[in-house]
């Protein structure tokens, strides 16, 4: 176990709904990592927080948004869910922004969006 | 554009044997590139994280080699276990620090 919790594990949504998912980073990690692995596939990168800041975003659209509060636990919104949007979310806690550094992942939250 | 590519897509071996997972990439400027197992349902967890320097290393039964002029990378596993079943995911970071670009994996299968 990586210590990075998220919640909840599974959840279903209804087209055009908005839905939350959280995270717990490791104790000692300031550096946040979002990501959505479709079926089958490689995760694509979202977006990364850094001490409450956006440090970095992937190529998806502004309804999908995040939070990083001030213990580093961090927040994935997405607003006006569509079909294609169920996948995996993985978080992933590292204790730098810098990316040589080891990323932990959580063990993810299925979404499903009919 | 950024793009990882692994092969073979999958791959079945007996407990015991040896294999060789591939790695080829287009992203740069390049920082560092990870070999990635993630087992069905759970998170990806490393396995080795390699510089542009470093062109080994090691981790148990694990070897990845990264050959920066190609912009190749390989996954070699020894003496193959069944939990060793996975899918394994290379993934290219690149230098502006942000861009984390993963490969769609390569699922391994090893049958007793």
Known sequence: ETGVTQSPTHLIKTRGQQVTLRCSSQSGHNTVSWYQQALGQGPQFIFQYYREEENGRGNFPPRFSGLQFPNYSSELNVNALELDDSALYLCASSPSERTTYEQYFGPGTRLTVT | ?112
């Open chain 2, 1 to 112: 554009k950024n793009q990882v590519e692994q092969s073979p897509q999958s791959l079945i071996i007996l407990e015991g044997k040896n294999c060789t997972l591939q790695c080829n990439y287009t992203v740069s400027p390049f920082s560092n590139l990870r070999w990635y197992k993630q087992d069905t349902g759970r998170g990806p967890v490393s396995l080795t994280i390699m510089t542009f320097s470093e062109n080994t290393k090691s981790n148990g039964r694990y070897t990845a080699t990264l050959d920066a002029d190609t912009k190749q990378s390989s996954l070699h596993i020894t003496a193959s276990q069944l939990s060793d079943s996975a899918s394994y995911i290379c993934v290219v970071i690149d230098n502006y620090g942000q861009n984390f670009v993963f490969g769609p994996g390569t699922r391994l299968s090893v049958l007793p």
